[in-house]
């Protein structure tokens, strides 16, 4: 009877294993399932919102300022190609940072002053409160920031490699082109000449 009862035991403790075993298994299915080999997009696993949020601005922040040295590069280039004896010109542009956007704030400050005085000691207390508050106008998409003032971003350093290069002459042309164009000082030029 003794073992009877131990094989019983036994059962349940199976069944129990069975239906563990089965829930991890479906659990592993499922997650496989959800996988999509032609999916391009790969999720990055992220605390919060915010920072899907942030590295979506720095993945956009890049962009743009790729897109700004390709602008300052090729105006650059066709300006430098017209002056006389430059030939072939290359232009890199490096920036520091994008365009900072300024926009319109309501700003609201109090001050509050509290003199206390005990046992023959007076002392003041002073309290300020700052708020900020960014103006917002409607429109058809929806409310948006009033924008004050867009500053342009600032050059860090300017590359150029162009054939007439080696002359004197040309050389300083294209230094107070640049110069005058992107307001960069001359240590930040550099102008090379180019092999023939």
Do not use: C, H
Request: no cysteine.
């Amino acid at each position: 009877m003794a073992d009877k009862g131990d094989g019983k035991k036994f059962g349940k403790l199976q069944w129990l294993l069975l239906l563990g075993a089965l829930g991890v298994a479906s659990m592993l299915a499922n997650s496989f399932m959800q996988f999509d080999p032609k999916q391009k997009t790969v999720s990055t696993p992220t605390a919060s919102d915010g920072d899907v949020s942030a590295f979506s601005s720095k993945k956009a922040e890049s962009n743009s300022m790729a897109q700004y040295e390709e602008q300052y590069e090729a105006k650059l280039k066709d300006v430098l190609q017209t002056i006389n004896g430059v030939g072939q010109v290359e232009v890199m542009v490096n920036l520091e940072s994008t365009e900072e956007v300024i926009v319109e704030k309501n700003r609201n400050s109090t001050t509050q002053t509290t003199k206390e005085a005990d046992k023959g000691a007076a002392r003041d207390i002073t309290n300020e409160t700052n708020q900020e508050q960014v103006v917002l106008a409607k429109g058809n998409t929806g409310d948006t920031p009033v924008v004050t003032k867009t500053i342009k971003p600032k050059v860090r350093g300017v590359v150029i490699v162009a054939t007439g290069a080696s002359n004197l002459q040309v050389k300083a042309w294209i230094l107070e082109a640049v110069q005058r164009s992107l307001g960069v000082p001359s240590y930040k030029i550099s102008i090379l000449p180019k092999k023939a």
